[in-house]
């Protein structure tokens, strides 16, 4: 098993005639993804690393049955390729661009959610089930296959705790990108039935930072209704109130709303083992399984 | 981003929701000729972003119109938590029968578009729904369904049931939600909304914040606004095309995420060390583009130390090292540099380093230990 992404991904890749779009179909391609078609409006007919290329979304999804689509498209096109893959029938959408505006995103959100469409990012590397499909642009050599599942608001430090795992021959199920926007596609929470339902899945790593409620709406599901165990890291505890830390979610609230402290304590009292460095992440893991 | 009163009020005034008359004035001569066109008493607002600006006075009212010059002088020259006004908005005085409070927000949590009226204004929104929670309406939208009439018929109850002052109010919040949309706002708030003696509803203040993500096309109100409020090695950063964020400290961190810097800044934080700056190389960063960025850090007198923590996935990590090791000659020897380098080819990095004699950890608090021990001594090498 493994979650969202796997041997019968069949994608689709939005904007794959632009310099990342076409580079990183050839990447995923060569992980073994089942890359079906390309879309950018207007440059259809043509072949971009062995994908046939389509005007439309329509068009390739009767052409090809692609069934999850990555979009490599700038920011203020996001909206419209978004709702036009939804539109297509596509059940899986991963959008990577930062700086999506929230009002796109929240409706957006709303739309696909209305869909029955699973919507991942924006500001995301992506989702992988390593040795079955990456859709995404993460350096793939690092991930092992096996029965963690990690998902994370940061692409670094998810790479971070996978890198940590996998020099320990602790392998992952599924890895996915939520993203480090204020309003992500999916959240924490989206996901957490999702792994908790994965045969493949023991174990649940979230690594959450500052900003927003996501860790704790997070801890109340996991309260209720996880049974496997699950281990929490929050970035920036150091970070000081009202200032945005890189990504656009990143921030702590004048009055302290959206920090560390706040976080752990809530994850910790519905029974998240937390860890506080990185670095503790493989031994946490060898202790709980 | 932030906007100023004067700029909410164009807006407001171009939808036709009431504002007072009068005008921003950038000197004490233009603040009189404007109070002199509005011919009566006049209150003297500072512009600037930041709250509580009443207290710290930048709010005064003149009502013999011979002081307004001397006034404006010295609001101009009022910092308010530091900054300094843009100008004075000169508004004609108006007299107040009620106070309300009315805003539309985006709710990050619900993801949603929330309405907040309250019979009470004049005060902040905490403060009101503190006292008195039972004057205040919180009203949710559906984001695919919009603002319907039925939503704004919720707040007739916190009205007394007048209707009058409700047809009023219920135009003024269709107004304020399409400018909320129109220009991607995050918060569009009138505190206070006033009702006059004849009976209008005029909004008194006005703040507005619009999302960062969406400035590509609201590029009026960006240009408008000109990055006044940036701290001058963000703006450093960002003419370099950089993400800097300016913290108190002496390391700056280097860094190719955002999560991987905050967590950098953490664990330097454990060790008691404070950070000047990160910057976000993000990802697949050549060698000229690492040189910049020192560049950029270095103009940051706080720093004493800078700490690279590169993480390779499309980022490789010998550019990264080619990029230190052809800046290190401009970094002057009381600044320490370590690295820690992990990932895609992590060890050809680690090898361009060492021909330049910089050791370089793969292990991150290796290399957090050797910058704390390496600044406290006060020498690189």
């Known amino acids: ?289 | 981003m932030k906007l100023y009163e004067y700029q909410v009020k164009k807006i407001f005034a171009q939808y036709g929701i009431n504002i007072q008359k009068g005008e921003l004035a950038k000197t004490p001569q233009e603040a009189k000729q404007i109070a002199a066109a509005i011919g009566g008493p006049v209150v003297l607002k500072s512009q600037v972003l930041v709250g509580g600006r009443g207290k710290a006075g930048g709010v005064k009212i003149v009502d013999d119109l011979s002081g307004v010059e001397k006034a404006a002088d010295k609001i101009l020259k009022t910092e308010i938590k530091g900054y300094k006004p843009n100008g004075i908005l000169v508004l004609e005085k108006i007299e107040i029968k009620q106070e309300f409070y009315l805003s539309i927000v985006l709710d990050r949590k619900m993801k949603k578009t929330v309405i907040i009226f309250s019979s009470f204004g004049g005060m902040d929104i905490e403060e009101i729904s503190k006292k008195h929670p039972e004057k205040v309406a919180k009203i949710y939208i559906e984001e695919l369904l919009g603002l319907q009439d039925f939503h704004i018929n919720r707040l007739l109850p916190l009205l007394n049931k007048d209707r009058e002052i409700f047809l009023k109010l219920k135009e003024i919040v269709k107004k304020l939600y399409s400018i909320y949309k129109k220009y991607d706002g995050l918060i569009v708030e009138i505190n206070p909304l006033i009702l006059t003696e004849n009976g209008d509803l005029v909004a008194l203040d006005g703040k507005m914040e619009i999302d960062n993500n969406a400035q590509y096309r609201q590029k009026s109100l960006v240009d408008a606004s000109n990055g006044v409020e940036e701290d001058p090695i963000e703006l450093i950063g960002k003419q370099a095309g950089f993400v800097v964020i300016k913290l108190k400290g002496n390391i700056s961190i280097i860094s190719n995420g955002a999560g991987l810097a905050l967590s950098t800044l953490d664990l330097l934080h454990k060790y008691n060390m404070g950070v000047a700056n990160i910057l976000d190389l993000s990802g697949g960063a050549t060698p000229e583009k690492v040189m910049r960025a020192i560049k950029v850090v270095m103009q940051d007198k706080d720093v004493k130390g800078i700490l690279f923590n590169i993480f390779g996935g499309i980022t490789r990590c010998d550019e990264i090292a080619r990029g230190i090791a052809g800046a290190l000659k401009s970094i002057p020897e009381n600044i320490s540099v370590v690295c820690r380098l992990q990932g895609t080819n992590r060890d050809e990095g680690i090898n361009l380093l060492k021909d330049v004699n910089l050791d370089a950890d793969i292990d991150l608090e290796e290399t957090v230990k050797n910058i704390v021990s390496t600044v406290n001594r006060g020498w690189r090498i």
């Open chain 1, 1 to 289: 098993m493994s979650i969202l992404v796997n041997e019968n991904t069949r994608l689709m890749v939005q904007g794959i005639t632009g310099r990342e779009g076409s580079y990183h179909a050839s990447l995923m391609k060569k992980y073994g993804t089942k890359v079906v078609a390309g879309v950018t409006p207007g440059k259809g007919g043509q072949e971009i690393e062995g994908v046939p290329v389509f005007n439309n979304v329509d068009e390739a999804v009767k052409s090809t049955e692609a069934n999850t689509s990555i979009l490599f498209v700038p920011p203020g096109f996001t909206k419209d390729g978004i709702l036009e893959a939804i539109d297509g029938g596509i059940k899986l959408i991963v959008t990577v661009a930062e700086g999506v505006p929230v009002h796109d995103m929240i409706f957006t959100h709303y739309y696909a959610r209305l869909n029955h469409c699973i919507l991942i990012g924006p500001n995301t590397p992506g989702i992988i089930s390593p040795g079955k499909s990456k859709v995404g642009f993460m350096s793939d050599s690092i991930y092992k296959k096996g029965n963690i599942g990690v998902m994370s608001r940061s692409a670094t430090l998810s790479y971070e705790i996978v890198n940590n795992l996998s020099n320990k021959e602790i392998g992952q199920s599924t890895v996915v990108g939520v993203g480090g926007d204020s309003i992500p596609g999916s959240s924490f929470v989206d996901l957490l039935p999702l792994f908790e339902e994965d045969s493949q899945t023991d174990l649940i790593i979230m690594i959450g930072e500052i900003g927003g409620s996501d860790e704790e709406i997070a801890a109340k599901y996991i309260k209720e209704h996880m049974k496997k165990p699950v281990i929490a890291f929050i970035a920036g505890e150091a970070a000081p109130e009202g200032k945005v830390m890189g990504h656009a979610g990143a921030i702590i609230s004048p009055g302290g709303e959206g920090g560390v402290k706040y976080k752990r304590k809530v994850l910790q009292d519905a029974g998240v083992h937390m860890i506080e460095r990185l670095s503790e992440i493989a031994d946490m893991v060898t202790e709980i399984l």
